[in-house]
């Protein structure tokens, strides 16, 4: 009965029945059985224009009522259409419209019946604008990606040495030297390269390397991160500061004031062989002069596996690290050079993997690979 209740044959207001409440806008979400039409939200009533003769009955004519431009829901107006796809949209309909008829006027000049192909041609182009669509996207996010800066060492990240005015200025000579050092380890400015005013260069092409410098003496710490064949120039190297170079890395030196002359020989403790082990679920610790004898060392991975020792040295307050891996799957770190142990100093040995492995302790006798004058 139109305009009337099917529930309780109440009269029928605004799609809402004004006895019983029951909703007749055919969305089942809105329906509030025994709730009065005054207590409805005004603003959800105005649903969408297709509906309006059905929201007050059939035989209740709409008077003096315009039609709405926007579609209310909730009481909410309807999200804006992203302009872009509705503009994409409208190409595509523009353009299937067109193929479509001049499919008719090729199917009439031929006496032929306008068949299905022509919609499936027209859905076969609109698919292929979305893909071009989504192609187009995805480029824009792959280039914004690209322009996005590779990670490269700068000066933000190297740790330079502060040279002040208490400092000893390196004594002039007329030597300059230049070689290359490529083995992991610690070398000693005036027992394996001369003491002097350095420029380190990381010879590698495709591979950046660090250099640390270490001179407790003076007080003087650096950490320098070098790309493939950069530099960094004005370093000075007492004699007895440390140099530290990567596994792998090969880096040239060039020494201006080299102090060749007062090349010498390690003139501390010698040291003697032992090998430890590790564990694999924390630091092993191991005190020099009770565990392992004062002396200057070259420490060497003993195994076969996978696993990875990794040995951190406490002397005072700094920390030196370093990593043993086996020779078959990493030559370049099968072993450090130049370690220097002292009285009190402690090592942390620490396995990653269940594989055994030991790190062996062999005394230096001599200066490492690298310049050398007596």
Known sequence: ???????????????????????????????????????????????????????????????????????????????????????EWAFERAFSEKKANAQKAQDKSTGKKSSAKGGKLATVVMVISVISVLAGFIGELLEDSSDSTEYVYSEDVNIAPEYDEDLPEMPETDYTVGFELLSYGSYIAGVDIPAGTYTFTNMEEDTSAAVMIDQPEYGLYGDYYLDEKESVEGIRLYDGGRLRIDAGAVIYCDCTDAQNDTMHAWEGDSGAYVAVSAEEEEETEYIVGEDIAPGRYTVRYEGEGTSVLSIRTQTGTFDEYFSLSCAKYSPESTQYMGLVLKEGDIVYIQKYGSDEAMAEFMPLTKPLDGYYQN
């Open 1 to 87: 009965m139109a305009g009337r209740c099917e529930l309780c044959d109440g009269k029928i207001v605004n799609g809402r029945c004004v006895d019983c409440g029951m909703d007749y806008t055919r969305r089942k979400n809105r329906y509030h059985l025994n709730e009065n039409c005054d207590d409805y939200d005004r603003n959800a009533r105005k649903i969408n224009d297709t509906y309006e003769d059905t929201l007050r009955g059939k035989n209740e004519p709409q008077k003096d009522k315009k039609k709405k431009e926007k579609t209310i829901l909730n009481g909410k107006a309807s999200a804006k259409p992203n302009t872009q796809r509705k503009d």
